[in-house]
């Protein structure tokens, strides 16, 4: 069993910057896919970013590649988002997933195949 909990969004500036952190509690987080999703109402969870147990693989949705940066923390347990360059289109609320599944990287996108969900964090960027 693995618990999520997101941390870090709140209001911004277009342009400015922002840290989202996901501490997971359990064993054998450094064998979990990590990801970001983000979704907004009315919306399907949409995927931001993903890294593996070893962040060898790592994959960006386009909309966001070159401004945001996933990276993990194994010893704390913990993964991050830093989001630079900030766009009103980037308003969601980011949630962090868990993948056990370490071959499961193809279906890395879908948010159906996590195992587990962290409660979100709302992030708000002002035009």
């Known amino acids: 069993q693995v618990q999520l909990v997101e941390s870090g969004g709140g209001l911004v500036q277009a342009g400015g910057s922002l840290r989202v952190s996901c501490a997971a509690s359990g064993r054998r987080f450094s064998e979990y896919t990590m990801a970001w999703f983000r979704q907004t109402p009315g919306k399907e969870r949409e995927f931001v970013a993903a890294?593996?147990?070893?962040?060898?693989?790592?994959q960006y949705t386009d909309s966001v590649k070159g401004r945001f940066t996933i990276t993990r923390d194994n010893a704390k347990s913990t993964v991050y988002l830093q989001m630079n360059s900030l766009k009103p289109e980037d308003t969601a609320v980011y949630y962090c997933?868990?993948?056990?599944?370490?071959?499961?990287?193809?279906?890395?996108?879908?948010?159906?195949?996590?195992?587990?969900w962290g409660q979100g964090t709302q992030v708000t960027v002002s035009s």
């Open positions: 997933g868990a993948d056990g599944r370490p071959t499961n990287w193809g279906r890395i996108t879908y948010p159906s195949d996590y195992d587990y």
């Open positions: 890294l593996s147990g070893g962040s060898v693989l790592i």
